[in-house]
């Protein structure tokens, strides 16, 4: 299915100072029975967010609501754990269009360039200057340019440059989908079973 | 000679096309699926109006989202029964091969792929779980995807990757008594942490891992993904070759044999070009356990809990963080802890190697009664081969009863989760806060250790009980 673009995002960022932010924290698995890809992001962070009786902590930032944003900014090692893509949906559901972090798990990268989740590695020095910013000016804007892969603070005029593979900044910026591009190759695909014997 | 490793070898012979400055278009020859990550992949293929492109090559089983008793009656729980009702219905639509609950071929994923000879040496194997890296111990490419790739491969049975770095870890020496193939592959992430090899596809070599059987095999290249990696390889030899021939059932019309001269040529080359090698004395290694809550967080069980000076810098405040959730302070020892739960089960530890090394421990002995056990095979097909051997009467003896197959705790999406606050010693593979239910605290170890943890009701070195 065609995707929402993505080329140019410029937003306020939630902090999220935690290393190693697991798929099990993302999104619990008691909440993976659902059979749509819709409406995760109500239990993004489930325990975090909510106690026991399903009231909102306070203390948790997503709760707090001085920040809001639609990039989340996390510390090293984001999106480890489980192969859930329920959790890339449930970021993207909260309204997340990028993760800003150090370091990725690799599936969980994929799964979120796979849906539209820009993630953008960072080098640990700019993710700290970044975060402690952040948390102390809630209202810092961060400008991410797909085009030309680059993430900028205009306030502190920090800028890097980040890595993505080439098809895949393709496939963000024109909304593209792997699956539409891999149907084209059908014919390649059955002479390569029919060649390999497979 | 040549310069490749196994996973070049394997990898490069499944390239359909290599996309310029992009991924390879990778063939995969058998995929997996389950009840939890599958149903938005048929949805999507729905909605294009396509089928399955090859569905002989696409095996389904319902494992995760299951109660383990009463499976004869409906699932009460709405959601987990529409989920694996969907999951019948898709492969019926679909023409997939499906083993529900109740069929006498149904278990965990990991644990029916090989033992019904669904994987073998050579082969890429994909499915919509991050232990999938389980079926790499037969020397094949695998690793967990997520539902939009699933859908990828049921559309067209290939998948866009960019092709990882390769890793050998070699493990030197032998394993001294108690130890097993869990406290090495929980020593190593001990030592390299859960993103040391991020990026990487490791094979294993080295005398400690030739000297394992196939379930110790797999248990190891199970956790790697719990380094990081994308995946574990273990290259075949003549423990691969005997699992095969000693396979009660295969699928119709395999002459191994001749698959087995095929099979011994997958192996990496002398002087293979590795990104990154790393070595390991298994002699050094004792039983392991987990004191935090990531798999990195191990362990030797009569060690104490590191200070945080001792961790790396800026990874103070999630340390704290975990001991806080544990209930644990930095340099307590865990020996004599009191334990709450025991799960004996997983795709890690839930084959029948692994319930008769639990057997053997608890054999006229007798449960803690402030224990709570959850004894779960790994499929129908250990289940009857524990009642076989007289382990469900050993175990019953005892104090346990062995329950129906499932992830059950692993994951805990079912019935069967640790209260909050609960110490839980798991031969599972992750003890991520609420991995096992809300709050529950999840110590990860080796069936060993979990039957000694079982018995005294406390955390217990395994090594009292074995002489
Ligand atoms: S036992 Fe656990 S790790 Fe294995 S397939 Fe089931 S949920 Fe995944």
């Given at each position: 299915m065609p995707k929402e673009k993505l080329n140019i995002l410029e937003s306020r960022c939630v902090p999220l100072p935690l290393e190693n932010v697991d798929t099990d924290q993302i999104i619990p698995a008691r909440f993976l029975s659902a059979t749509s890809r819709e409406g995760f992001g109500e239990n993004l962070f489930r325990d975090w967010r909510y106690d026991?009786?399903?009231?909102?902590?306070?203390?948790?930032?997503?709760?707090?609501?001085?920040?809001?944003?639609?990039?989340?900014?996390?510390?090293?090692?984001?999106?480890?754990?489980?192969?859930?893509?329920?959790?890339?949906?449930?970021v993207y559901d909260y309204g997340f269009r990028a993760v800003v972090s150090s370091f990725f798990a690799?599936?969980?990268?994929?799964?979120?360039?796979?849906?539209?989740?820009?993630?953008?590695?960072?080098?640990?020095?700019?993710?700290?200057?970044?975060?402690?910013?952040?948390?102390?000016?809630?209202?810092?804007?961060?400008?991410?340019?797909?085009?030309?892969?680059?993430?900028?603070?205009?306030?502190?005029?920090?800028?890097?440059?980040?890595?993505?593979?080439?098809?895949?900044?393709?496939?963000?910026?024109?909304?593209?989908?792997?699956?539409?591009?891999?149907?084209?190759?059908?014919?390649?695909?059955?002479?390569?079973?029919?060649e390999k014997n497979r | 000679m040549g310069k490749l490793t196994l996973f070049d070898k394997i990898w490069d012979s499944h390239v359909v096309k290599s996309i310029e400055g992009g991924p390879d278009v990778l063939y995969i020859d058998q995929q997996y699926i389950h009840e939890v990550t599958s149903p938005q992949a048929f949805n999507g293929l729905r909605a294009r109006g396509i089928p399955v492109f090859r569905p002989g090559?696409?095996?389904?089983?319902?494992?995760?989202?299951?109660?383990?008793?009463?499976?004869?009656?409906?699932?009460?729980?709405?959601?987990?029964?529409?989920?694996?009702?969907?999951?019948?219905?898709?492969?019926?639509?679909?023409?997939?091969?499906?083993?529900?609950?109740?069929?006498q071929k149904n278990g965990i994923v990991h644990v029916i792929g090989p033992e019904l000879g669904y994987t073998r040496p050579g082969m890429t194997i994909v499915c919509g779980d991050s232990h999938t890296s389980t079926h790499g111990a037969f020397g094949a490419i695998a690793f967990g995807i997520g539902t939009s790739e699933v859908e990828m491969v049921l559309a067209t049975q290939c998948i866009l990757q960019p092709k990882p770095k390769k890793m050998r870890i070699t493990v030197n020496g032998s394993l001294r008594k108690g130890v097993t193939?869990?406290?090495?592959?929980?020593?190593?992430?001990?030592?390299?942490?859960?993103?040391?090899?991020?990026?990487?596809?490791?094979?294993?070599?080295?005398?400690?891992?030739?000297?394992?059987?196939?379930?110790?095999?797999?248990?190891?290249?199970?956790?790697?993904?719990?380094?990081?990696?994308?995946?574990?390889?273990?290259?075949?030899?003549?423990?691969?070759?005997?699992?095969?021939?000693?396979?009660?059932?295969?699928?119709?019309?395999?002459?191994?044999?001749?698959?087995?001269?095929?099979?011994?040529?997958?192996?990496?080359?002398?002087?293979?070009?590795?990104?990154?090698?790393?070595?390991?004395?298994?002699?050094?290694?004792k039983p392991m356990i987990t004191f935090g809550t990531n798999p990195g967080m191990g362990i030797a069980i009569d060690d104490s809990i590191p200070v945080p000076e001792d961790v790396a810098g800026d990874d103070n405040a999630s340390f704290r963080k975990a001991l806080d959730y544990m209930g644990f302070v930095p340099g307590m020892k865990l020996i004599g802890h009191p334990v709450d739960y025991i799960f004996l089960g997983s795709c890690t530890n839930g084959r029948i190697e692994d319930l008769r090394a639990f057997a053997r421990l608890v054999r006229g002995r007798k449960k803690s009664p402030n224990v709570t056990a959850l004894i779960v095979p790994g499929s129908k097909a250990v289940e009857r081969q524990a009642i076989e051997e007289g382990i469900d009467k050993i175990l019953s003896n005892a104090g346990f009863e062995l329950r129906q197959p499932g992830c059950s705790s692993c994951l805990a999406?079912?019935?069967?989760?640790?209260?909050?606050?609960?110490?839980?010693?798991?031969?599972?593979?992750?003890?991520?806060?609420?991995?096992q239910g809300p709050g529950a605290r999840t110590l990860l170890a080796s069936p060993l250790t979990a039957a000694a943890a079982a018995i005294t009701g406390k955390i217990t070195d395994p090594r009292e009980f074995i002489d």
């Amino acid at each position: 299915m065609p995707k929402e673009k993505l080329n140019i995002l410029e937003s306020r960022c939630v902090p999220l100072p935690l290393e190693n932010v697991d798929t099990d924290q993302i999104i619990p698995a008691r909440f993976l029975s659902a059979t749509s890809r819709e409406g995760f992001g109500e239990n993004l962070f489930r325990d975090w967010r909510y106690d026991k009786t399903g009231n909102l902590k306070p203390d948790f930032i997503l709760n707090n609501p001085a920040y809001s944003g639609k990039i989340l900014v996390a510390g090293k090692n984001f999106g480890s754990g489980s192969s859930r893509e329920h959790a890339v949906w449930a970021v993207y559901d909260y309204g997340f269009r990028a993760v800003v972090s150090s370091f990725f798990a690799d599936i969980f990268r994929n799964n979120a360039l796979n849906n539209g989740l820009l993630p953008v590695i960072v080098p640990e020095k700019f993710l700290q200057d970044l975060l402690s910013m952040v948390q102390k000016n809630p209202e810092t804007i961060v400008r991410i340019d797909v085009q030309n892969q680059t993430i900028t603070v205009p306030a502190s005029g920090q800028s890097h440059f980040f890595e993505i593979n080439p098809y895949k900044k393709e496939c963000l910026i024109k909304g593209l989908d792997d699956i539409d591009y891999l149907l084209g190759l059908k014919d390649l695909i059955a002479s390569f079973e029919s060649e390999k014997n497979r | 000679m040549g310069k490749l490793t196994l996973f070049d070898k394997i990898w490069d012979s499944h390239v359909v096309k290599s996309i310029e400055g992009g991924p390879d278009v990778l063939y995969i020859d058998q995929q997996y699926i389950h009840e939890v990550t599958s149903p938005q992949a048929f949805n999507g293929l729905r909605a294009r109006g396509i089928p399955v492109f090859r569905p002989g090559k696409t095996l389904a089983t319902a494992d995760h989202n299951i109660p383990t008793t009463d499976q004869d009656k409906p699932i009460r729980d709405q959601l987990s029964r529409n989920q694996v009702a969907a999951l019948a219905e898709n492969c019926k639509a679909f023409g997939i091969e499906y083993f529900g609950l109740n069929h006498q071929k149904n278990g965990i994923v990991h644990v029916i792929g090989p033992e019904l000879g669904y994987t073998r040496p050579g082969m890429t194997i994909v499915c919509g779980d991050s232990h999938t890296s389980t079926h790499g111990a037969f020397g094949a490419i695998a690793f967990g995807i997520g539902t939009s790739e699933v859908e990828m491969v049921l559309a067209t049975q290939c998948i866009l990757q960019p092709k990882p770095k390769k890793m050998r870890i070699t493990v030197n020496g032998s394993l001294r008594k108690g130890v097993t193939a869990k406290d090495v592959i929980m020593y190593i992430i001990s030592q390299i942490s859960t993103s040391g090899a991020t990026g990487y596809f490791v094979e294993y070599a080295g005398p400690v891992i030739s000297s394992l059987s196939m379930e110790g095999r797999m248990t190891i290249c199970n956790m790697s993904i719990e380094m990081g990696a994308r995946g574990g390889l273990i290259a075949p030899d003549e423990v691969t070759f005997r699992y095969f021939k000693e396979l009660p059932s295969v699928p119709e019309g395999f002459d191994w044999n001749s698959m087995i001269l095929n099979w011994k040529e997958l192996k990496s080359d002398p002087d293979a070009g590795f990104d990154r090698e790393l070595t390991f004395n298994g002699d050094l290694i004792k039983p392991m356990i987990t004191f935090g809550t990531n798999p990195g967080m191990g362990i030797a069980i009569d060690d104490s809990i590191p200070v945080p000076e001792d961790v790396a810098g800026d990874d103070n405040a999630s340390f704290r963080k975990a001991l806080d959730y544990m209930g644990f302070v930095p340099g307590m020892k865990l020996i004599g802890h009191p334990v709450d739960y025991i799960f004996l089960g997983s795709c890690t530890n839930g084959r029948i190697e692994d319930l008769r090394a639990f057997a053997r421990l608890v054999r006229g002995r007798k449960k803690s009664p402030n224990v709570t056990a959850l004894i779960v095979p790994g499929s129908k097909a250990v289940e009857r081969q524990a009642i076989e051997e007289g382990i469900d009467k050993i175990l019953s003896n005892a104090g346990f009863e062995l329950r129906q197959p499932g992830c059950s705790s692993c994951l805990a999406m079912n019935d069967d989760k640790i209260p909050a606050g609960k110490y839980a010693v798991s031969t599972s593979n992750r003890n991520f806060e609420g991995r096992q239910g809300p709050g529950a605290r999840t110590l990860l170890a080796s069936p060993l250790t979990a039957a000694a943890a079982a018995i005294t009701g406390k955390i217990t070195d395994p090594r009292e009980f074995i002489d």
